[in-house]
């Protein structure tokens, strides 16, 4: 797993791949957009003026507020031209983020007032935005909403709206997903259709993408074909999560009583 530190010397980035004990981290959730900055980039020490770069440059610098030394961007810290390394990553990346000692999510598409001080006093001035935003709609950031126990939001102008937890009502009506699962409950305890109702109103750009997202969620392991569909994709992980533990594809399922735990997933 490759990491984010900023240097001393230039105000830029560099990052540093670990093993096994990996030190405790800070990881960014967005969407992605025109500009994003890659991983050649950031090595070659170039995209500074890329869009994206406002991005990293947030998420490092709050991770150092919150007393963390490192941080995780999928844009910059994994090498996607690279089919086995990219392959490893979507297979990890749940653990990655449910590891993570702060998830921030980073909305582009909510702005607040720089006059609003109190944001939670004056949640008229964004909550529209929070409801519509296109964070809600993508397929990879399912997976980033429910695997980490800490996850903030944040506007783009880096005004923070809230919590999981302080907005787990809010978030629960619009993605359709539990409080209880928000709070982290374990996923074995939602039936398979029911986790993949949650993916309902969400996309993803390449369409295997929309089984993909999910192996965290369901606790699997497979390899990625890109070119065999959406449909053949999430027949595959069905089968394969009925191999792992059948029950979870009842569409009932009982539930444990809700607790403020992390997941077990």
């Known amino acids: ?150 996850v903030e939001f944040f506007s783009k102008n880096g005004k923070r709206l809230g919590s999981k937890i302080s907005l787990e009502k809010e978030v629960s009506k619009i993605t359709k997903i539990p409080v209880a699962a928000l709070r982290g409950q374990s996923l074995d305890d939602f039936s398979f259709d029911e986790r993949i109702s949650w993916t309902a109103k969400r996309t993803t750009t390449v369409k295997e993408d929309k089984a993909y997202c999910l192996l965290g969620v369901f606790r699997v392991f497979m390899p990625l074909i890109y070119g065999e569909g959406e449909e053949h994709a999430l027949s595959r992980l069905k089968e394969i999560a009925n191999i792992r533990k059948p029950q979870s594809l009842q569409t009932a399922s009982p539930r444990r009583a809700c607790g403020r735990r992390r997941l077990r997933v």
């Open 1 to 150: 797993m490759r990491l984010l530190k900023s240097k001393s010397n230039d105000n830029g980035f560099e990052l540093t791949t670990f093993a096994d004990e990996i030190p405790p981290y800070a990881i960014l959730s967005h969407t992605w957009n025109d500009g994003e900055v890659t991983y050649d980039e950031l090595v070659a020490g170039t995209g500074k003026n890329k869009a994206g770069y406002a991005k990293i440059h947030f998420c490092v610098n709050k991770a150092t507020e919150d007393g963390l030394e490192y941080s995780w961007v999928d844009t910059c810290c994994i090498n996607k031209l690279t089919s086995d390394e990219l392959s490893t990553a979507i297979n990890s990346m749940f653990r990655w983020y449910q590891r993570a000692t702060k998830c921030y999510v980073y909305l582009s598409d909510v702005h607040v007032p720089e006059e609003v001080t109190d944001v939670q006093a004056f949640r008229i001035t964004w909550i529209e935005a929070f409801r519509r935003s296109r964070w809600f709609t993508r397929g990879w950031t399912l997976q980033e909403l429910i695997a980490p126990a800490q």
